[in-house]
């Protein structure tokens, strides 16, 4: 099996006089002029452009009196942005802004979060039938204290996910199938992923291993939350079941371990 290439992450942000719903309403028209796109709208201030094999991120934002669009896609969706600027631009009236530029060389962002990382943890701890499904190693609640990344609702979100698994998997319902279909299809926990790579279990062994109740645990099924290179923008949670005590243990939940490309 051949390595998959490193897809680059582009960030551009325009700015346009028009009000932020007339952005929106141009965005839900694209349906109708490039063929196969789709468009859905999880927040006001938020939307996703969906084509075959790309996708794009829009984040809306009003300030004196202009609405600035950022746009964020990998590599492989560089095709479909062309298209989606070539029909905006001019209903808009786009503005390049200085913010434009490769976030891949970006440097960590004092982005002040709308609900910490320990925040989201130590409610989740509190909560007697939540912490009896899911616990947390002493390493990872460290990691989580220590932790940066600036959306806590996003981590809410996961944890919620990982406690409706830990219930069904007491349950034995995740017995004959594998990992990733019961994760995907049944818990629908959004890019999780079964494994590590070799050089993450081996070589950066310590990142993802931890103890709990005198039991060493190999963090191999996680998540990671956001796409920025640095640890306001992106942070991951590893975790296993533990069959002793039937539940989920949280291996790692901090700021993304070595090996971020793997």
């Known amino acids: 099996m051949y390595p998959a290439p490193i897809r680059k992450n582009f960030t551009h942000e325009y700015q346009t006089p028009a009000t932020p719903a007339a952005v929106c309403a141009a965005l839900q028209r ?15 201030d938020e939307a996703r452009i969906e084509a075959p094999g790309a996708l794009i991120r829009v984040k809306l934002r009003a300030a004196a009196g202009w609405t600035f669009v950022a746009t964020s896609f990998k590599t492989c969706a560089q095709w479909a942005w062309r298209k989606v600027m070539a029909i905006l631009h001019p209903i808009l009236q786009f503005r390049r802004t200085d913010y434009a530029k490769d976030i891949s060389a970006e440097k960590p962002q004092a982005k002040k979060p709308t609900v910490s990382v320990w925040k989201v943890v130590s409610e989740f701890m509190d909560d007697p039938q939540k912490s009896r499904h899911v616990g947390f190693a002493s390493k990872a609640i460290q990691q989580a204290k220590d932790c940066v990344y600036w959306d806590g609702e996003a981590l809410r979100v996961i944890l919620e996910r990982l406690y409706f698994a830990a219930q069904r998997m007491r349950e ?4 004959g199938i594998t990992r990733d279909t019961f994760f995907k299809k049944y818990v629908n926990l959004r890019g999780f992923r079964a494994h590590i790579s070799n050089t ?8 993802y291993v931890a103890e709990h109740n005198g039991k060493e645990f190999l963090g191999r099924m996680h998540v990671t939350i956001g796409a920025r290179h640095n640890e306001a923008g992106c942070m991951s949670i590893h975790f296993e079941f533990c069959p002793d005590c039937q539940r989920i243990i949280i291996i790692r939940c901090g700021k993304h371990g070595r090996t971020y490309n793997s």
């Open 30 to 44: 694209l349906s109708d002029a490039i063929p196969g796109v789709s468009i859905s709208q999880p927040a006001p």
């Open 172 to 175: 034995g319902g995740h017995k």
């Open 200 to 207: 993450q279990a081996t070589k950066f062994r310590e990142d």
